[in-house]
Every structure is written in structure tokens, then in C-alpha cells.
């Protein structure tokens, strides 16, 4: 098979990192010298560290992307024209697959897909206890799958590349469906390998009550019904969130987040944007603050701006507020996202009263009223993808929402030039070599 440049450049950018695992002092970027043979629990620790690191990376070009083609953002830089113009389809461009959101987000994804493929292979030559390699094991497969449904979701109907262990064979490109099994299958290896598994390292803070493997498998649980959701398996969301840390009477922000920080190896959080700052900003898309419900809470997350902005024919009037500072953790999954996971499985299983009970809770938590709509499977999704647009608002989530229900098109958002275009997904780069 003809070498995939980017997957070796990732390979390589892994492998160089330093000269042994022994010197190495930045868990993010671990050498590969020496450590598949003989693996010490600090080399596969240090691997357990950047692949957590991994895993947070790419946020920032994952969300402008997917913001700006569902105009639910947008991303106002005068060094990135690609954020007003290729995203948006000025003029009609389509898309091509060198925008660099794209290529910096599955680079991300795919760094943190080899760390993973490291601990696996690492693991199986340690002198751990055979409980502590699945704890490993079980780690590696659940940030497999997660990262891996990024890249499935961006790329949709052209498929994923799933298996990259060998950088000079790697596998072929699987059809969406065949993705999305895959990323189930992963999630359900990790899962089962976390039964007995035991944890003979530390997870980051943004862990703090899922850093056993008890508890680490409800987070898996969760990924999984994510993914559940897309291939619309509802039965088996239900089963899947239900096995997770989903909690109706619960704190809507529990939940496993990435952590972000100053100093030595840290990066901060990519979503934050100073208030008020005339470039380099988030921009909440105009429709955003007109659709609102009267007395929605999440109103919060956009501030007013002083001077409403404009760039290339766009413009707003508000920025975002999602977070308090540039150390600001950023969510992996939470339990409202767990809630309203529950509601939109319940109204395709047609469950409607349970789903108007969840769809109740998020709305209450934000002073509405409880809904007074139809309990119809009709009138209820529009009321559920109204709270899943508003509570996970910047997240990296409407895109995918609205292309799941057939509202990714000019009959359902606002064409906001004369000639844009609105994409439903991205090409496979030219690097893949598909």
C-alpha cells in the first residue's frame, strides 16, 4: 500500500520526541526508544499522560469548523480567511479537504489514536499484573474510539481510517457504518477490559471521579451512547446511557473534562477569547440571540459587544462567554449531554413521556417553564434539538445534530451572503491516500 506522509509525519513526530523514555520530562510527546521491550510502569504511565494530552488537542480548529458550516459561530481572524470564506462557502467554494481545521483536527486525533496504539503494544511486553495491563488496555480503547468518532463525524459518508498501527500498511478507509461499528467495537473491548482492571496510574484533575476503573467505565458507557445515537441505534442509546454516569436529578456539569493550564507542558484552554478583543474571536451567529426562548438562562453564554463586529460581509452582536479564563476546563461529555442523549433516544423509541420528563430537567435548570407543546415524536425533537443547540452551544455538536436530522441546508439556516453554500461534510484530505 502506498505510505500515508501524514500518518508517518504523526509517526514520526511521536517517535523523535527524545532519546529515551528514561530522559524524557514532557509525558505529551514520549519516546519510543526502548520502551516495547521490558516496559516499565513509569514508561507506561508517561504514555497514559500524552495520551491524555493527546486527547485534548484540536479543540479549537474542531470547533470552528463545525460552528461555522452549522452558522452557529463564527470565527472573525484576519490571518485565517478560510473561517469566513471556505467554511462558509463564499461564493459557492466547496470544500476540499486542506482546510487547515480539518487537517489540525485529525492530526490531533490521529496523535492521540497512535498514543493509544503505543500503551497497547508497550503493555503487552510490561511487568505489571495482568488487572493493571487491563486498566491500560481498557484506557487506550476508550480514548480510541472517542477520538476516532471526531474524525467519522467530520468526515461522514467518505468513512474513517481506523487501524494506523503500521505506518508503512496502513489500513483501508471503512465506510460509515462500518466506522461507526469499529468505534463501538473499541468502546466495548475498553469496556470489558476495565471489568477487574485495576489503575496503576494517575489521570489529570479533569478526571476527579472517574479515575477508577469502576468509574472510568461509565465514562466509557457514555462515549458509547454518543456514538449509539449517531448510527441511530436509540435502543441501544437507551441501554448504553443508562449504563453510564447519566443522572436525572443530578448535576447537569459532572463530568470528565480536559484540563488545560500554564507553564512547562501545559496549553491552554483554545476556546477562550478575551473579552472584547477586536480579532481573534468567536462570534455568536445573529440567529443564536434571535431564536432564543424569553427567560432562557443560556442566554449567559454570549456577551453583549461593546462595538458589534464585521468581517468579509459577516457580522454580530455578541461574542462568546462559554469560558471563565484561558485554564478553563473544557468538557469531554457531561451529564446534560447524558440527559438529552436520554430524551432524543426516548422520543425514537417512543418513549414520549420519559423524554418530556428529561427535556423538562434541562429546561427547568435554565428557568423555562416545563414544555407545553405537542407529545408528538415530531414536536418533541424540535424541542429536544432546541436544548441540545443551546446547551451545547460551541461544543463541536450542531453540525452533526442537524445533519442527522436533515436540517443541514438552506431550508433550515440562514444563507447569510448571496452565493454561500452550506457544506454537510468534509473530504478526505490528500494526504490520506485513501
Not at 388 to 397: A, D, I, M, P, T
Amino acid at each position: 500500500m502506498k505510505k500515508n506522509k501524514f500518518i508517518i509525519s504523526l509517526f514520526m513526530g511521536l517517535a523523535l520526541a527524545a532519546c529515551t523514555i528514561d530522559e524524557q520530562v514532557d509525558p505529551n510527546q514520549p519516546s519510543l526508544a526502548g520502551i516495547f521491550e521490558n516496559t516499565s510502569q513509569q514508561d507506561l504511565n508517561l504514555l497514559v499522560g500524552g495520551l491524555e494530552a493527546r486527547a485534548r488537542d484540536g479543540m479549537g480548529g474542531f470547533v470552528i469548523a463545525t460552528g461555522s458550516i452549522a452558522r452557529e459561530l463564527y470565527f472573525f481572524n484576519s490571518s485565517d480567511p478560510t473561517s469566513t470564506e471556505t467554511l462558509i462557502g463564499k461564493n459557492g467554494v466547496q470544500l476540499n479537504g486542506s482546510e487547515p481545521q480539518l487537517t489540525g483536527t485529525m492530526f490531533a486525533r490521529y496523535q492521540a489514536v497512535k498514543s493509544a496504539e503505543f500503551i497497547l503494544e508497550a503493555v503487552e511486553n510490561s511487568q505489571v499484573s495482568e488487572a493493571q495491563k487491563q486498566g491500560y488496555r481498557g484506557v487506550a480503547n476508550t480514548f480510541k474510539g472517542m477520538v476516532l468518532l471526531d474524525v467519522l463525524s467530520l468526515l461522514n459518508s467518505n468513512g474513517v481510517r481506523v487501524d494506523v498501527r503500521d505506518p508503512d500498511n496502513l489500513g483501508a478507509f471503512l465506510g460509515r457504518a462500518e466506522g461507526f461499528q469499529a468505534i463501538r467495537e473499541f468502546l466495548d473491548q475498553g469496556f470489558n477490559q476495565l471489568q477487574g482492571a485495576e489503575f496503576a496510574f494517575q489521570l489529570s484533575p479533569g478526571f476527579d471521579g472517574f479515575d477508577t476503573p469502576g468509574t472510568f467505565a461509565l465514562f466509557n458507557r457514555a462515549v458509547a451512547a454518543k456514538v449509539a445515537i449517531y448510527q441511530e441505534d436509540y435502543a441501544g442509546a437507551l441501554n448504553l446511557v443508562n449504563s453510564s454516569f447519566l443522572d436525572l436529578n443530578g448535576d447537569l456539569t459532572t463530568g470528565p473534562k480536559r484540563s488545560y493550564g500554564v507553564g512547562g507542558t501545559e496549553v491552554l484552554n483554545p476556546l477562550f477569547k478575551a473579552p472584547q478583543q477586536s480579532g481573534d474571536q468567536f462570534i455568536v451567529h445573529n440567529r443564536f440571540i434571535t431564536d432564543i426562548q424569553a427567560g432562557d438562562t443560556r442566554v449567559s453564554k454570549f456577551r453583549l459587544r461593546n462595538d458589534p463586529v464585521a468581517r468579509d460581509g459577516l457580522n454580530g452582536t455578541h461574542e462568546t462567554a462559554l469560558f471563565a479564563s484561558s485554564t478553563s476546563p473544557i468538557d469531554h461529555i457531561r451529564n446534560e449531554e447524558l440527559i438529552l442523549i436520554y430524551a432524543e433516544a426516548s422520543i425514537q423509541s417512543g418513549n414520549l413521556s420519559d423524554a418530556e420528563d428529561a427535556l423538562n430537567i434541562i429546561r427547568n435548570a435554565y428557568s423555562l417553564p416545563d414544555y407545553g407543546g405537542a407529545q408528538t415524536v415530531e414536536a418533541l425533537t424540535d424541542e429536544m434539538l432546541y436544548n441540545r443547540s443551546y446547551s451545547l452551544w460551541g461544543e463541536g455538536h450542531h453540525m452533526f445534530d442537524l445533519r442527522r436530522y436533515g436540517r443541514l441546508n438552506d431550508q433550515f439556516l440562514p444563507i447569510d451572503r448571496t452565493g454561500d453554500v452550506i457544506h454537510t461534510e468534509f473530504p478526505i484530505p490528500l494526504f490520506e491516500n485513501p
